[in-house]
Nanobody
Framework: QVQLVESGGGLEQAGTSLRLSCAAS????????VGWFRQAPGKEREFVAA????????YYADSVKGRFTISRDNAKKTVYLQMNSLKPEDTAVYYC?????????????????WGQGTQVTVSS
């Protein structure tokens, strides 16, 4: 069993940066791949970024490529999402999710555990 807790959300102006954290419990978290997703009001939850269990590979949605960076520190059982050059369209609740196989996944239903989400609001 893995429990995930997101933090770091807030209200920021366009063009600034924010770093989200996803803290995990569970001794085998280091074997799990992790993804970040987001859901804006009235929209479906969408994939943002993913990282493999050992951090060797990452994958991004086109909308955030070049602006967001996903990373992990398995010793701290934490995955990060560094968000730069924020845009108003980045406004959403951001969720982290863990996946048992350890590989890169982009589908919501491919993930086994989810956090409760953290709100990110970007003003223009």
């Amino acid at each position: 069993q893995v429990q995930l807790v997101e933090s770091g959300g807030g209200l920021e102006q366009a063009g600034t940066s924010l770093r989200l954290s996803c803290a995990a419990s569970g001794s085998i978290f280091s074997r799990y791949a992790v993804g970040w997703f987001r859901q804006a009001p009235g929209k479906e939850r969408e994939f943002v970024a993913a990282i493999t269990w050992n951090g060797d590979s990452t994958y991004y949605a086109d909308s955030v490529k070049g602006r967001f960076t996903i990373s992990r520190d398995n010793a701290k059982k934490t995955v990060y999402l560094q968000m730069n050059s924020l845009k108003p369209e980045d406004t959403a609740v951001y969720y982290c999710a863990a996946e048992r196989s350890g590989g890169l996944r982009v589908g919501i239903h491919q993930y086994d555990y989810w956090g409760q989400g953290t709100q990110v609001t970007v003003s223009s």
